[in-house]
């Protein structure tokens, strides 16, 4: 009696460990594209990225290279300089209060289907004693202009220690390679090639969980 309970027990033991095992290696969760497909978007308003790194650089680094993943991808984008001159027309003068302005009124103005609103959260170099590294973090929020509801949200980072090698050299070899990597990072301001990166990772659509591919789409950019 006490052996089958033993055994019984066992067996329920081992199940439950296989389900953790196989939860755990679940695929991960696709995105809920119901209020993106129901909107058919065509035409983005791009708003200045608000900053919130410590980078003042980073707003418009990032902002004048958001139009090509976003037009690659089929949607009409008005044009970044010419929203950019609007706004500064009407007195705001930086991304935290145009964020303030109410979906309607975007519409009314711009006339567009949807706005994207974006976020720099990481950008510029950082030097950590035996490495440096010059990353991009953004993450992005597309809203339907006509009822103000949510169609898409993502995050994207980019980073040039993903393309950085240890070639050896020691430890003193590796700081010096850190030390000259920082001061060429900053001289030559890599965060803007890194912003390039990231924001064709955040808002091209045939990345996973990624926008979805607009009207004016290459056949092979669908999904």
């Given at each position: 009696?006490?052996?089958?309970?033993?055994?019984?027990?066992?067996?329920?033991?081992?199940?439950?460990?296989?389900?953790?095992?196989l939860g755990g290696c679940a695929a991960p969760k696709g995105y809920d594209y119901t209020a993106f497909?129901?909107?058919?978007?065509?035409?983005?308003?791009?708003?200045?990225?608000?900053?919130?790194?410590?980078?003042?650089?980073?707003?418009?680094?990032?902002?004048?290279?958001?139009?090509?993943?976003?037009?690659?991808?089929?949607?009409?984008?008005?044009?970044?300089?010419?929203?950019?001159?609007?706004?500064?027309?009407?007195?705001?003068?930086?991304?935290?209060?145009?964020?303030?302005?109410s979906p309607q009124k975007l519409r009314e103005i711009f006339g567009a289907d949807s706005v994207l609103?974006?976020?720099?959260?990481?950008?510029?170099?950082?030097?950590?004693?035996?490495?440096?590294?010059?990353?991009?973090?953004?993450?992005?929020?597309?809203?339907?202009?006509?009822?103000?509801?949510?169609?898409?949200?993502g995050t994207a980072r980019a980073s040039s220690a993903e393309q950085q090698q240890n070639n050896g050299?020691?430890?003193?070899?590796?700081?010096?390679?850190?030390?000259?990597?920082?001061?060429?990072?900053?001289?030559?301001?890599?965060?803007?090639?890194?912003?390039?990166?990231?924001?064709?990772?955040?808002?091209?659509?045939?990345?996973?969980?990624?926008?979805?591919?607009?009207?004016?789409?290459?056949?092979?950019?669908?999904?």
């Amino acid at each position: 009696m006490k052996m089958t309970f033993f055994l019984t027990a066992l067996k329920t033991g081992a199940l439950l460990v296989c389900l953790a095992i196989l939860g755990g290696c679940a695929a991960p969760k696709g995105y809920d594209y119901t209020a993106f497909l129901e909107s058919k978007p065509a035409s983005i308003l791009v708003l200045p990225p608000v900053n919130q790194s410590p980078d003042v650089k980073a707003s418009y680094s990032l902002y004048s290279q958001v139009t090509l993943p976003l037009s690659e991808a089929g949607y009409y984008v008005m044009p970044v300089g010419v929203v950019d001159e609007t706004f500064k027309q009407n007195g705001l003068m930086n991304a935290e209060e145009v964020r303030q302005a109410s979906p309607q009124k975007l519409r009314e103005i711009f006339g567009a289907d949807s706005v994207l609103y974006l976020d720099v959260t990481e950008y510029g170099s950082s030097y950590k004693i035996i490495s440096s590294e010059v990353a991009v973090t953004a993450s992005a929020k597309l809203v339907d202009l006509r009822n103000g509801k949510l169609l898409w949200e993502g995050t994207a980072r980019a980073s040039s220690a993903e393309q950085q090698q240890n070639n050896g050299g020691g430890l003193v070899g590796m700081l010096i390679v850190a030390l000259v990597d920082q001061v060429v990072n900053t001289l030559s301001d890599r965060g803007h090639e890194i912003a390039g990166i990231t924001s064709i990772r955040l808002l091209s659509s045939n990345t996973h969980n990624g926008i979805l591919p607009g009207p004016r789409a290459r056949p092979d950019a669908a999904r």
